[in-house]
């Protein structure tokens, strides 16, 4: 693959972090591989970097453990 099939833009390769929403939780994996789209920005993983990364769901000992913020949006 190497157009978006979004907007047929090319892609390209990058790393960078990605992150996974599981149960409610949230988990950031960095530095992973990924081709990304020059124009939409879309990012595309492999299969086998999509298995990986469902390996960090069940993942016990993260690197780190950084707070977020939460806010909800209000409307108007
Ligand atoms: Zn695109």
Known sequence: MNKCQY?????????GRTEKWVNNRLIIIENVPFLVCEDCGEKY????????????LYEAKPEKIIEVPVFVYKEG
């Open 7 to 15: 907007c047929n833009g090319k892609l390209i390769k990058n790393k």
């Open 45 to 56: 993983y492999d299969a086998e970097t999509s298995l990986k990364l469902d390996e960090y």
